[in-house]
């Protein structure tokens, strides 16, 4: 008879040696938006109300920069901020643009604007309360509880790009940000504890890059459905015009900033009631007819080639004529043309943003006229990047927004639309 014991062991090293190869086999050929991807989330965690938060008390690099973040993960210049007593405080809300996505603290406009106003004579304090990832929903939620807190003196609101976002970090589910139900409190509290803690961490993050090489990215067909606006532009004027009430309840002076959203080539905005056409090709594609809805796409192809729906409809009609190959390559390219959706929707919410600045008496910094009218800038970008500056970015939109700052003190009151002069932010 075999000895138990031996048969056990075997059976043991048998199963620590599969598992050993399932992991090198997901570990090899990453995808770099994976990579980026589970870099992001190690700086953040769920939130019952937020739907997402940065982490506090970080001291981490993230990106090539160091990131430090104070308790309630709002960030920090190395080693905290000073403790001196500032005469001008001012606050900065926004995304990962304002948050400073790989470049170090003291590179963000934030905390140049800061030194600008020291090296004027000013003693001042900025603080960075942006959030990565944030929607004007989300942020508008961090205005509220913090702006009484914090009682500056100024404080500036740039919210845009996520705002057009498609798929978000977490609960991606077709659904705004504002309509979509988070797990209970006490849920997320426990799956934040296993994301922050070592083993646990490392076995999720292996268990996602297991399901992710043997499933793939899933079905596009429905990460596409999934794929809607954050928040609608009419959510978008309504979480503004929150801003501005919390802002004057509070007796606060504001200014928003226009950020880019700019890829390696100019997007021409989509034809005149091109969607018109889109809405008769479905309607022929659920009618049976796929043959006439695919010469009606190839003909669309012609008057606008990047509209991540024009994609999805030839997918669908490909798939009804059973080519089921050649469409998941439609899907999955349907998919990969949300980023040219997004890039048509800036210019229209930037204009939301401009014509409610307007309304509200509500100063503007264009940064994204400064970080480039109509094209991706590569000199002012991190690289390979569409929406976060880098260093040379933060210093072009800090010199905006100090010209704007020294008016606002000066007295200068209503609405005025802040160009950069060509003087240097420090």
């Known amino acids: 008879m075999k000895n138990p014991v031996k048969i056990q062991l075997a059976l043991i090293a048998f199963a620590a040696a599969a598992l050993a190869i399932v992991v090198i086999w997901a570990n090899s050929g990453v995808s770099k938006d994976l990579s980026r991807l589970e870099r992001i989330l190690k700086l953040l965690e769920t939130d019952h109300e937020r739907l997402w938060r940065q982490r506090a008390n970080l001291n981490t690099v993230f990106e090539g920069s160091r990131v430090y973040t104070d308790a309630r993960g709002f960030r920090l210049s190395e080693g905290g901020e000073k403790s001196d007593k500032a ?64 009682k500056p003196d100024l404080v500036t609101v740039s919210y845009m790009v996520n705002d057009i976002d498609r798929l978000r970090f977490f609960f991606t589910n077709g659904k705004s940000d504002e309509e979509t139900q988070t797990p209970s409190a006490a849920r997320l509290a426990v799956s934040n504890f296993m994301n922050r803690f070592a083993p646990t961490a490392l076995f999720i993050g292996q268990f996602r890059r297991v399901l992710i090489k043997a499933m793939g990215t899933g079905d596009n067909a429905a990460r596409y459905r999934l794929g809607r606006r954050r928040v609608p532009p009419e959510d978008y004027k309504e979480n503004l015009f929150q801003f501005f009430q919390i802002a004057k309840k509070q007796n606060v002076p504001l200014i928003f900033i226009l950020m880019p959203f700019r890829l390696p080539q100019p997007v021409p905005g989509q034809p005149d009631n091109f969607h018109l056409t889109l809405d008769e090709i479905e309607k ?26 024009l994609y999805y409809l030839m997918g669908r009609a490909l798939s009804a004529a059973g080519r089921a190959e050649k469409a998941q390559d439609m899907y999955k390219k349907a998919v990969n043309y949300l980023v040219y959706d997004c890039a ?59 010209e704007a700052v020294h008016k606002v003190r000066a007295g200068e009151k209503g609405f005025f639309l802040q160009r950069c002069s060509g003087n240097d932010a420090d």
């Open 284 to 309: 022929r594609i659920d009618e049976g007819r796929h043959e006439d809805a695919m010469v009606m796409l190839e003909m669309a192809a012609e008057t606008d080639q990047y509209a991540s729906r």
């Open 344 to 402: 048509r929707d800036a210019p229209r919410y930037n204009a939301i943003m401009a014509s409610m600045a307007a309304a509200f008496d509500v100063p503007v910094v264009d940064a994204a006229s400064a970080l480039g009218s109509n094209q991706y800038e590569e000199e002012l970008f991190v690289p390979n990047d569409y929406i976060h500056p880098n260093p040379a970015g933060h210093a072009m939109i800090a010199q905006c927004l100090i």
């Open 87 to 150: 005469d001008f405080h001012m606050a900065v809300f926004g995304a990962s643009p304002s948050f400073g996505y790989a470049v170090e603290a003291g590179e963000t406009y934030a905390k140049l604007t800061e030194a600008h106003l020291r090296k004027s004579g000013v003693n001042a304090r900025v603080a960075n309360m942006s959030q990565i990832g944030y929607s004007s929903w989300q942020g508008l939620k961090v205005f509220k509880k913090h702006l009484p807190e914090l």
